[in-house]
């Protein structure tokens, strides 16, 4: 994975999600050189990200041009820039996706290849909140 330049950042937060969320979002708010052009940010959703989350990112991204997707729908942002992706997994899947295996099934390949493409999206940030269900 590669940013644009050297102020690319890329987190994975594990405790305090809603908080170090919050703290996210408004500082992408105060952003001045967001694009107008194009979605500048998307926000990625697995099954189980919990309710609390989403409804505290439409909350406080009020007006701000952005995609939401879940899972499912990944393939429709290969090819597509944003300026940061906030990607919301359980630990159950994040510890799937960084477990070596051997004989892994077509759907274990599956999930590896999406996870890429979201790796590959950012140009200036990608913060991946991880949480236990």
Known sequence: MEFVDD???CETITANIEENLEKQLVRL??????WSHVHPVCFVYSESTPISIKNLI???????????ISFDRIPE??????????????????????TPRKNM???DWEAVLLF??????????????IYNL
Not at 29 to 34: F, G, H, N, V, Y
Not at 58 to 68: A, D, F, P, Q, S
């Open 7 to 9: 102020a690319g950042v």
């Open 29 to 34: 708010s105060e952003r001045i050189d967001l």
């Open 58 to 68: 439409r909350e406080k991204c009020r007006g701000l041009n952005r995609k939401e």
């Open 77 to 98: 942002i290969r090819g597509i820039e944003f300026q940061e992706e906030f990607v919301f997994i359980s630990k159950e899947y994040w510890d799937q996706i960084n």
């Open 105 to 107: 099934l077509e759907s």
């Open 116 to 129: 890429h493409v979201l790796l590959s999206r950012p140009k200036d940030g990608l913060f991946i909140y």
